[in-house]
């Protein structure tokens, strides 16, 4: 736990703040078949309003990584490389504790019906790892950090932009000659995650083995952070804010028209984290950011951003915590009506959506579940407790 530093841009951590408040509450209606348009991910090719929190995020990342490293000259030290190893090996095995945790419960569940003792079901639950997803958001996090620190302090930040560029085209190029547009398991980025990871260990869109966080679509993830860390230098170089603006503006005016305009060879799609896509959701990001900036720090409206921020400066402490409430509110430990049910169940099924309906029932349960995250949030920020993972 730290003390928060002095001086920081407060629109970075409440666009922070928004994005991991936007990630709670698309993880978490009431009901998936019952979610309002707007908060699911597009099935394959486009883009929805719910596509844009986890990329907003990312490219937020690349801007504090460009900061953290700052205070380090950007040199390649000994003690720069284990702290930077340190929070990759830290971030990726939250990620992969949080899906061991959602195993061994399912699992415990799975073995109601065998005759067998407590310990033994017990243990045999959570030594489940036969299933384990290995990659995810938090491991995307992890290894997109670590990649875009390394470029940060051994290669020539004008270099950087160079980089961001081979890789985004290379990756195109894999797409184009690998199926990788195509919605099906032949696509090279599940023939890779099969192959590299397991079929058992992948997440399954609808039935497929498509994993949105696979191996193949983290390179133009890492190119992701990579924006987002240049964008960083045009922050942390430019102290005046009107001018702040101006750069971010026409970043993001450029990135997000290039996105769009490309999008007709090259389709913007999430799940495969296309090259449109990264330009696309770079370049909104930066518009956002821009807007804040003229907001909060220049106009002074920041009444309405106390909320966000203390999303925003707990961001994967609380994400994290968000997690594991979902997956304990999801386990039967309560009886109704003679039937194992769980609070998840309990709070829509038999109170919201009787009430309110399908959708906005749903919609309810994830604001609620969001307001819960935000009470901790509040409590830490009040007492200025600044959780670094």
């Given at each position: 736990m730290t003390e928060k530093p002095s001086?920081?841009?407060?629109?970075?951590d409440v666009l922070r703040g928004i994005t991991i408040a936007g990630m709670i509450l698309v993880n978490?209606?009431?009901?998936?078949?019952?979610?309002?348009?707007?908060?699911?991910?597009?099935?394959?090719?486009?883009?929805?309003?719910?596509?844009?929190?986890?990329?907003?995020?990312?490219?937020?990342?690349?801007?504090?990584?460009?900061?953290?490293?700052?205070?380090?000259?950007?040199e390649l030290t000994t003690p720069t490389l284990f702290k930077?190893?340190?929070?990759?090996?830290?971030?990726?095995?939250?990620?992969?504790?949080?899906?061991?945790?959602?195993?061994?419960?399912?699992?415990?569940?799975?073995?109601?019906?065998?005759?067998?003792?407590?310990?033994?079901?017990?243990?045999?639950?959570?030594?489940?790892?036969?299933?384990?997803?290995?990659?995810?958001?938090?491991?995307?996090?992890?290894?997109?950090y670590c990649v875009a620190s390394i470029v940060a302090i051994t290669v020539k930040h004008k270099y950087i932009p160079h980089i961001i560029a081979v890789t985004l085209i290379g990756y195109f190029l894999l797409l184009l000659f690998g199926n990788g547009f195509e919605r099906s398991e032949q696509n090279i980025i599940s023939i890779v995650d099969q192959a590299v990871l397991g079929i058992d260990h992948m997440y399954k869109d609808s039935g497929l083995a498509l994993d949105p966080e696979g191996l193949l679509s983290t390179i133009p993830a890492i190119a992701h952070v990579l924006i987002g860390f240049c964008c960083g230098a045009v922050l942390m170089t430019i102290k005046d804010n009107q001018q702040r603006i101006t750069q971010l503006f026409i970043i993001g005016t450029i990135l997000a028209f290039a996105g769009f305009l490309l999008s007709y060879g090259c389709p913007i799609n999430k799940k495969i984290w296309s090259p449109t896509f990264v330009?696309?959701?770079?370049?909104?990001?930066?518009?956002?950011?821009?807007?804040?900036?003229?907001?909060?720090?220049?106009?002074?409206?920041?009444?309405?951003?106390?909320?966000?921020?203390?999303?925003?400066v707990n961001p994967l402490f609380i994400y994290v915590l968000a997690g594991v409430i979902a997956i304990l509110a999801g386990q039967p430990f309560f009886t109704y009506e003679n039937e194992l049910i769980?609070?998840?169940?309990?709070?829509?099924?038999?109170?919201?959506?009787?009430?309110?309906?399908?959708?906005?029932g749903s919609l309810l349960y994830a604001i609620l579940f969001v307001s819960i995250c935000w009470l901790v949030g509040n409590i830490l920020y009040k007492k200025k407790i600044y959780i670094k993972i």
């Open positions: 001086g920081r841009l407060l629109a970075l978490n209606s009431g009901s998936g078949s019952t979610t309002y348009a707007p908060l699911k991910h597009e099935i394959w090719h486009g883009l929805t309003p719910t596509d844009l929190v986890f990329p907003f995020f990312m490219f937020i990342m690349g801007i504090s990584t460009y900061i953290s490293l700052r205070k380090f000259n950007f930077i190893i340190k929070r990759t090996i830290i971030i990726f095995l939250i990620g992969v504790g949080l899906s061991w945790f959602s195993i061994s419960f399912s699992t415990y569940r799975s073995l109601q019906a065998e005759d067998i003792g407590f310990l033994e079901r017990f243990f045999k639950a959570i030594s489940n790892f036969e299933h384990i997803r290995i990659l995810g958001v938090m491991q995307r996090l992890a290894l997109t330009l696309a959701t770079c370049g909104l990001a930066s518009l956002l950011l821009a807007l804040l900036i003229w907001i909060i720090d220049i106009k002074g409206y920041k009444r309405w951003s106390v909320f966000f921020e203390s999303f925003g769980s609070a998840k169940k309990i709070i829509y099924s038999v109170v919201l959506q009787p009430s309110f309906g399908d959708y906005f």
